[in-house]
C-alpha cells in the first residue's frame, strides 16, 4: 500500500531530508586519505545527535553504526569500522535520520584524493542517471519511467545496473512501498501521484550487475571485483514536479 504524504507532511520530511545532507555535506568536507570509515561513522552519529534527530541505520535490522561505508567494489550496506581510506579509493556514504517520526534517506559515492578516470567516469554516471530518474518523478508519469531513465543513462556508458537492490517508498517507515527498480521498460507500474515520496538510488558497477552478500552479512559487493557506485536521494511528487527533500 503506497502511503501519500499531505503538504505538512512533506515538510517534516524535508527537516529530516536537511539533515540527512548536512551530514553528507559533513562527509564530503572529511573524506581524505588516512580517515577510517569508523571515523566518518562517528562524525556522523554526533552530527545528527547535534540535530536532535536519530539515526535511522542504527539498530535497523540489527545493522550496528549510523553510516552505510561501501569502498570500491562494495556496492552498499557496508559498515564502518577500522578499514582506513587510501589515495585512489571511492566511498559511497549512505545516511538515514529520523526526525519528528519522519525518514529522510540519501547517499553519495566519494572521490578519496586523486582516482582514476574510470572511477571519475562512473561517479559522474552515476549521479546523472539519478537525475535522469529524479526529472520523471511527476504525476502522469508511470513508475517504471524513472527506472527506465536510470537504466539507459547507465547502459549508454557501458556501465550496469545493479537489480538485486531497488529503491523504495519512505515516509514514517524508512521502506515502504513502492519498490522502485533501476532498470525496466518504461510506462509500466504504478501511476505516479502527488504526495508520493519514494527514495530513488541507482547502484552502479562497472563490470556485471551481479552482486554477493560478505561474510557479515550486510556488506554487499560486486561479484566481479569490479568498481561500484550509489547515489540517493528522497524525493516528493508534487504537482508541479519532483521535489528534492535530501538536497
Ligand atoms: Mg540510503
Ligand atoms: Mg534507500
Not at 568498481?227 to 508541479?240: M, N, P, Q
Request: one cysteine or more; charged letters at 25%; proline letters at 4%.
Amino acid at each position: 500500500m503506497i502511503v501519500l504524504k499531505n503538504d505538512k507532511e512533506i515538510e517534516k520530511m524535508r527537516r529530516s531530508g536537511g539533515v540527512v545532507k548536512g551530514a553528507l555535506d559533513l562527509v564530503s568536507k572529511s573524506v581524505k586519505p588516512g580517515i577510517t570509515t569508523g571515523e566518518l561513522d562517528s562524525l556522523v552519529a554526533e552530527y545528527i545527535e547535534s540535530e536532535g534527530a536519530k539515526a535511522a541505520f542504527l539498530g535497523y535490522g540489527g545493522f550496528p553504526a549510523s553510516i552505510c561505508s561501501s569502498v570500491n567494489d562494495e556496492v552498499v550496506h557496508g559498515i564502518p569500522g577500522d578499514r582506513t581510506l587510501e589515495e585512489g579509493d571511492i566511498i559511497g556514504v549512505d545516511v538515514g535520520s529520523i526526525v519528528n517520526g519522519f525518514y529522510g534517506d540519501s547517499a553519495r559515492t566519494f572521490e578519496v584524493g586523486t582516482v582514476s578516470t574510470e572511477a571519475k567516469k562512473l561517479l559522474q554516471v552515476t549521479e546523472r542517471a539519478l537525475n535522469k530518474g529524479i526529472e520523471q518523478a511527476k504525476p502522469g508519469n508511470y513508475l517504471s519511467d524513472i527506472s527506465h531513465a536510470v537504466q539507459q543513462e547507465v547502459e549508454a556508458e557501458g556501465f550496469s545496473v545493479v537489480r538485486k537492490l531497488v529503491g523504495h517508498g519512505i515516509g514514517r517507515k524508512m521502506h515502504e512501498d513502492p519498490q522502485v527498480p533501476n532498470y525496466g521498460r518504461p510506462g509500466r507500474g504504478v501511476l505516479l501521484r502527488e504526495g508520493m515520496v519514494i527514495a530513488i538510488e541507482p547502484m552502479v558497477n562497472v563490470g556485471s550487475a551481479d552482486v554477493r552478500v560478505l561474510e557479515d552479512d550486510w556488506t554487499v559487493v560486486t561479484i566481479d571485483g569490479s568498481l561500484s557506485a550509489h547515489f540517493e536521494h528522497t524525493v516528493a511528487i508534487r504537482g508541479d514536479g519532483p521535489d528534492i527533500l535530501t538536497s
